[in-house]
């Protein structure tokens, strides 16, 4: 514990202490997916899940709607594709080729390098398959190896318990839920707050990496140990 010249406890002191950098990759090459930055190339397979044809309840807890026309989501994707925050990306099936799904950095605070995971939108085909957990890994690396930001976060409705386990599952730590914390939709929204900080991310790489090793799968792609059984050492 340190102290001040009052004998009051403050903080550990953080040593040449410098701005964030704003994300800037085209590309996360991963064995099962890649992770690219948002272009005009991925609309035609994004619009099958994001279109009029979408799952409805992948919408229930994101502020967007299903796109009703190609029109309508075209000009999203321009508008979207070069933003700084948030920086979308979108997963890559290896094997298909096909755009999958999409996720994104938000909230980036480059003076206290802070970052949050958010604009994550699977289609049917990603969810809870060993590519979605690629894919976070991916991003999660470049946060913490590239960027060298010193808390990722990730926030959802108080009531997408899906959201919440699957944070918790990648070995994010539940903080809290704000209440009241915003309006959506014309209504209330709880926001559970959940993070991994830098100096938990080694331990959370190895547990990650071992999940995610060609020695957890069998001969028909089912995980021989699930990656909540797996404990941060």
Known sequence: MRYNQYNQPIGDAVENYEEGSWPDVICLEGKTVRVERL?????????????????????????????TSYEEFEKFMKESINLKDPYIFVVIDKV???????????DINRKYRTIEMGWV??????????????????????????????????KCDHFNSASR???????????GTFRNAMV??????????????????????????????????????????????????
């Open 39 to 67: 272009n005009m190339n991925h609309a035609k397979d994004m619009y099958e899940y994001l279109g009029p044809n979408s799952d409805p309840k992948l919408f229930s807890y994101v502020p967007l709607e299903a796109f």
């Open 121 to 154: 939108l699977y289609s049917n085909k990603l969810k809870r398959t060993r590519q979605a957990t690629e894919a976070q890994y991916l991003v999660m690396e470049y946060v913490f190896e590239v960027l060298k930001y010193r808390r990722y976060e990730w």
């Open 165 to 175: 386990n699957a944070a918790l599952r990648l070995g994010f730590t539940f903080e």
């Open 184 to 233: 959506y939709k014309g209504r209330n929204r709880d926001t559970d707050w959940l993070s991994i900080i830098d100096s938990e991310w080694e331990s959370n790489k190895k547990r990650l990496q071992a999940w995610l090793s060609d020695d957890n799968f069998d001969e028909n792609g089912n995980q021989k140990q699930s990656l909540s059984s797996m404990k941060i050492n």
């Open 96 to 106: 298909s080729g096909k755009a999958v799904g999409n996720i994104g950095l938000m």
